[in-house]
């Protein structure tokens, strides 16, 4: 794991949406995150942590 996935790791367990938009930007998955972390913040927490360990 870099350096650069370990830091999105970890901002994605405490700002799950900042994560997301560092690693795919603007788009359906930021708006899906951001829908599941007002609704409940572990799937936002959860979904985060996919999208910034996906390739």
């Known amino acids: 794991m870099?350096?650069?996935k370990l830091?999105?790791?970890i901002i994605a367990?405490?700002?799950?949406p900042l994560a997301v938009f560092l690693k795919?930007?603007?788009?359906?998955?930021l708006?899906?995150?951001i829908i599941l972390c007002f609704a409940f913040y572990i799937p936002g927490i959860l979904h985060a942590l996919w999208?910034?360990?996906r390739d």
């Open 2 to 4: 870099d350096t650069n």
């Open 7 to 9: 830091l999105l790791v």
């Open 13 to 16: 367990l405490f700002l799950p």
């Open 24 to 29: 795919a930007g603007v788009g359906k998955d």
């Open 31 to 33: 708006l899906i995150n």
């Open 51 to 53: 999208v910034v360990n």
